[in-house]
């Protein structure tokens, strides 16, 4: 399916940038906002799906901040793909979700998970933990 495309993928990114998939449109937009806001590129998509064809359409992102639920191919099966491409594997994945902590399946292969309603602030720590300063 998206392996195909995903082997075209580059190691090393120009621009650095953050891969955000929520299908909430309001979110993507404040955490796009957020992201630049920290001096790198941010990329939005709505979907799973959309976020498999992003990556397979160019450079690796810093991070990838990945809403649990989401309509068609869910979390699971979208990290599922990303953990099998070498050039994603160690690209760090926080869910960013509104399902209560105890209900977030403890096996998912993240690193970290954050509840929303997320602030700026916590976007811009995450950043910084994971991209380190841009």
């Not at 939005?44 to 191919?73: H, N, Q, R, T």
């Not at 793909?81 to 690209?91: F, H, P, Y």
């Amino acid at each position: 399916m998206m392996l195909d495309k995903m082997t075209a993928l580059h190691l090393v990114p120009d621009p650095p940038y953050v891969l955000i998939i929520d299908d909430d449109p309001l979110f993507l937009a404040t955490a796009c906002e957020a992201v630049r806001e920290q001096g790198l590129a941010a990329r939005g998509v709505g979907s799973a799906v959309e976020g498999l064809e992003a990556l397979a359409e160019g450079d690796a992102p810093k991070l990838i901040l990945l809403d649990l639920i989401l309509p068609g191919l869910g979390a699971r099966d979208f990290l599922a793909v990303v953990k099998q491409e070498i050039a994603l594997s160690r690209t760090p994945v926080v869910l960013v979700t509104a399902v209560a902590a105890e209900e977030v399946p403890g096996d998912l292969q993240v690193d970290g998970v954050v509840l929303k309603p997320v602030e700026a602030s916590q976007l811009a720590s995450l950043v910084h933990r994971y991209c380190g300063r841009a």
